[in-house]
């Protein structure tokens, strides 16, 4: 056969074995190709043979099915493909919207993570240290009992072959080792010799290349603190990963809009700016080579925070909070604000003024130049006889959302919501076209609304995350996704207040409202000053209802809970608790609870607690629910309605004068409050108590002590880890706990309460009833004091007195009463151990009388009458 030929035969084997796969192919007996023999696992052994053609193509049928190795000239496409497999656990979906729940979640869920926090925060202010040259020097947070940390090399090693290969492929091998060369002559990063090595108590972290052409640094690297092996943890699952960052996102945005003049600016490079302590920079090495895949590996390790370990966030955050605390007394106040205006790196401030603006910027940069922090990238609102000077649509990103600069407005960063997703509608389309829209005010919440009910719907149906959705699913996300470009136009004015003359009158409003798909609240502030009245939304939020059924008057109330949460929170952060405030809401049931403190039943008397807690209950008023802003986050609206609405300005006649307010009666339904009010049942039961089976065959009352005292032992050992079980004979505190749990068994069989016992009992701190005796005053044990009560008719109290009596070398009454008393005030006690020594074989023996021989009658001479003498 020709080359043609087997190139034909080549080429008609590979289109039958990849699509169609009909025919087998045989080959001669004994043929053999030893150069794949140690590359298949058993899965992939040939089952019937294999042929080889001179292009080096073979085919073999195997466990998994037909499989072509090989070269082969005839494929031309040089592409590749990459399998992934992925599982996915089903999750929450409640806790795929965290943001939703900032600042209006319980508080009862953060007590346990703030005391792991706080535990972070002590042993970083243990640990942390200071330089010659101002710079602080910090050590990882390690959790207590981590798992072993291996030393990950192997993964580094294959990572790094996949990083230089990238990078040769964007020809940016030079600029990525010129980034390692400069962090090397700053001292950020240093080399490790390969000798000196560490084979226990290191940690190699893979790194890629991020790519920005339009950022001064074109390329740079990035470290993967979560990478692992299968079975081994992270360095990220080893350390503390401190405060919950995403929490303080509304609380800086309040802030940034209540000033006249906003400002923002970023530390650069700030995590490289806090050194690192000797002892755990071996965990934080990565492997580089000179000369891409020719050159030698060499060792490097950081000598500074690294940006990719989870705990670097917590390690910044609380350094600067740290430096700002110790601030000298001239800087003070601008410390003050910059403790409550970092996001990880990036500030965000407002002022009210100029010169607040002006000292705001230099006293911030002399105060962090001390530690080694360089503030850079400042942005501020436009001053007069400025505004000319910039871009009509400068805008800059700011917490999640888009600042224009010249107008002053905040808008929604909609690059990654544009994009096109190709496919079928799925839950995870869904969910990830919901979550391109970040909004940490909540202007845009009444536009979430939709994609998140129909998550809920699907959630109801068990989909799965990638089955394509009902027709009528996919048509409403199709409609409401087509109207998103129009968020686009979607602005809001940073500043919440047009006017900020001296004699203007702020006031809070929060807004609360439910529908059978969410509840909802918003929260406004109102400045009223001689010329003018403004209005703007300060927060929203809403959330949908839980998949469980609840009726319209819970959710309303609901709302009212987290509204008041909001408030709180909002308030607290801007500092205004003395300014005026008012509660609104359209549901008169919700009102009735909250402004009756009365016996309600569990799920509302719960909330309304809460509610009177935060907030003063003469503070809530009624409106109209066409009157309420909060409708339109409750029941939702798409893009286009949203637009038009302008309801982040708040309603019209908040801006009249307080006389001109509706004004409206508060008479509920009640029918429905009186429902919840709490129900009394009473129930009658007759309960009978028995008596453990082994005390009745149990021969001794030291014998029934020690098997309870054994049955406790296993008990225990059966809850705690193998290292900590007891073992061996019983030690005395057993035995004590194992009698009092008898006695205690007794007591509550023999006294119901109702018995008139004519002496002062009490319970002990054991659960046990003892007897106020008459030496209760004398200095003694207190079992002799006050001794256990026990009653007369009990068979282990006969067991008790019985063993006590052997004990004495089976003492009589007197002797064995006295004993006893010394411990137990046992009812009839003289009776009961007459009875109990009566049962006693040996004491019956001794007591016994021996056998007396009856006496003979006398004889007749002796019992006749006879005179004196007159018997012989």
């Known amino acids: 056969m020709d080359q043609r030929g087997e190139e034909t035969e080549s080429a008609a084997l590979l289109e039958h074995v990849l699509f169609r796969g009909a025919r087998t192919f045989k080959t001669d007996k004994g043929s053999s190709n030893n150069r794949f023999s140690n590359r298949f696992t058993r899965e992939t052994e040939p089952l019937r043979g294999l042929k080889t053609f001179h292009l080096d193509l073979i085919a073999m049928n195997t466990k998994l099915g037909w499989t072509v190795i090989g070269r082969s000239g005839i494929i031309e496409n040089d592409s590749s493909s990459t399998l992934m497999s992925l599982l996915v656990n089903d999750v929450n979906i409640s806790d795929l919207w965290r943001l939703d729940t900032l600042n209006i979640n319980d508080p009862a ?7 792991l926090e706080e535990a972070a925060k002590e042993h970083f202010e243990r640990s942390v240290k200071r330089d010659n040259e101002g710079r602080y020097i910090v050590s990882l947070p390690w959790i207590h009992d981590h798992p072993p940390l291996p030393d990950g090399r192997k993964i580094a090693e294959r990572r790094l072959n996949s990083c230089i290969k990238a990078l040769e492929r964007a020809e940016k091998l030079v600029d990525y080792d010129d980034v390692f060369q400069d962090w090397q002559k700053e001292g950020i990063i240093e080399e490790v010799d390969p ?7 290191q940690h190699f972290l893979p790194h890629h290349p991020v790519f920005k052409e339009n950022s001064t640094t074109k390329v740079r690297p990035v470290f993967d603190g979560s990478a692992k092996e299968r079975n081994t943890p992270s360095i990220n699952d080893c350390l503390e990963k401190g405060p919950n960052l995403v929490e303080l996102i ?5 802030r940034f809009r209540v000033g006249k003049y906003g400002v923002i600016a970023d530390i650069k490079k700030a995590f490289l700016q806090i050194g690192l302590q000797e002892r755990d920079r071996p965990y934080l090495r990565f492997l580089w080579k000179d000369r891409g895949r020719e050159g030698n590996i ?3 390790q950081h000598k500074r925070v690294v940006f990719g370990i989870s705990s670097s966030p917590f390690l910044l955050g609380a350094t600067l909070e740290l430096h700002l605390k110790n601030a000298p007394d001239h800087l003070k106040e601008t410390a003050q604000q910059l403790m409550r205006s970092f996001y990880v790196d990036n500030c965000v401030f407002s002022v009210n003024t100029k010169k607040e603006l002006a000292r705001f910027i230099s006293e911030s940069q002399a105060l962090l130049s001390t530690a080694k922090f360089e503030l850079r990238g400042w942005e501020h609102s436009p001053t007069e006889g400025k505004i000319e000077e910039r871009q009509e649509d400068l805008k800059v990103p700011v917490l999640g959302l888009l600042w224009n600069l ?8 909609m690059k990654g919501l544009m994009k096109e997703d190709k496919g079928p509608t799925t839950k995870r389309k869904i969910l990830s076209t919901v979550h391109r829209i970040f909004d940490p005010i909540g202007f845009s919440c009444p536009v979430t609304l939709e994609p998140k009910c129909l998550l809920q719907e699907c959630w109801k149906l068990g989909l799965s995350w990638d089955a394509e959705l009902p027709l009528l699913i996919t048509e409403r996300f199709e409609r409401w996704k087509m109207k998103l470009p129009k968020l686009n136009a979607l602005q809001i004015p940073r500043c919440v207040r047009e006017d900020f003359a001296e004699d203007s009158k702020l006031s809070i409003h929060v807004f609360c409202d439910a529908s059978q798909s969410a509840y909802a609240t918003c929260i406004f502030l109102r400045a009223e000053s001689a010329d003018n009245t403004s209005c703007q939304l300060i927060q929203a939020r809403n959330r949908v209802a839980p998949l469980k059924k609840i009726s319209i008057p819970r959710l309303e109330l609901l709302s009212c809970t987290i509204g008041a949460r909001l408030a709180k929170a909002t308030i607290s952060e801007l500092g205004l608790e003395k300014i005026p405030i008012f509660y609104w809401s359209d549901s008169m049931n919700a009102l009735y609870w909250i402004k009756r403190n009365e016996n ?8 309304v607690l809460e509610i009177r807690k935060l907030t003063n209950p003469e503070d809530w008023r009624h409106i109209s629910g066409t009157l309420n802003p909060d409708d339109l986050p409750s029941r939702g609206s798409n893009a286009e309605e949203l637009v038009k609405s302008l309801w982040w300005e708040g309603p019209n006649w908040l801006r009249r004068p307080i006389e001109d307010w509706p004004v409206s009666e508060t008479i509920p339904d009640f029918d429905v409050v009186n429902s919840e009010k709490r129900k009394t049942i009473v129930s009658v039961t007759n309960t009978t108590t028995e008596q453990l089976e082994y005390f009745s065959k149990v021969s001794s009352f030291r014998k029934m002590t020690r098997i309870t005292a054994w049955i406790f032992r296993f008990y225990k050992n059966a809850k705690t880890q193998k290292k900590e079980r007891k073992s061996g004979t019983l030690d005395l505190e057993e035995v004590e706990a194992a009698e009092k749990f008898i006695l205690k068994q007794v007591q509550s069989q023999c006294f119901s309460g109702n018995e008139k016992l004519n002496l002062q009992t009490f319970l002990d701190s054991d659960g046990l009833l003892r007897v106020k005796t008459k030496i209760s005053q004398r200095s003694d044990i207190p079992t002799f004091r006050f001794p256990i009560l026990l009653p007369s008719k009990h068979a282990v109290i006969g067991k008790l007195i019985f063993e006590k009596h052997v004990e004495l070398s089976h003492a009589g009454i007197q002797i064995l009463m006295s004993s006893l008393r010394e411990n137990y005030w046992i009812l009839k006690s003289r009776k009961t151990i007459r009875q109990v020594i009566r049962t006693c074989v040996i004491c019956q023996r001794f007591a016994s009388r ?8 006398l004889p007749e001479d002796r019992v006749r009458d006879a005179y004196v003498f007159e018997v012989e």
């Open 109 to 115: 869920e953060n007590q346990s993570r703030k005391e």
């Open 195 to 201: 000798m000196q090595e560490i084979k226990q108590g």
């Open 250 to 254: 509304p609380s800086l945005m309040t």
């Open 298 to 300: 060499k060792i490097l």
């Open 406 to 413: 010249p107008k002053d407005t905040m808008s929604l960063d």
């Open 600 to 607: 309600w039943a569990t799920f509302v008397y719960n909330r």
């Open 850 to 857: 021996p056998l007396e021989v009856v006496s003979a009658p």
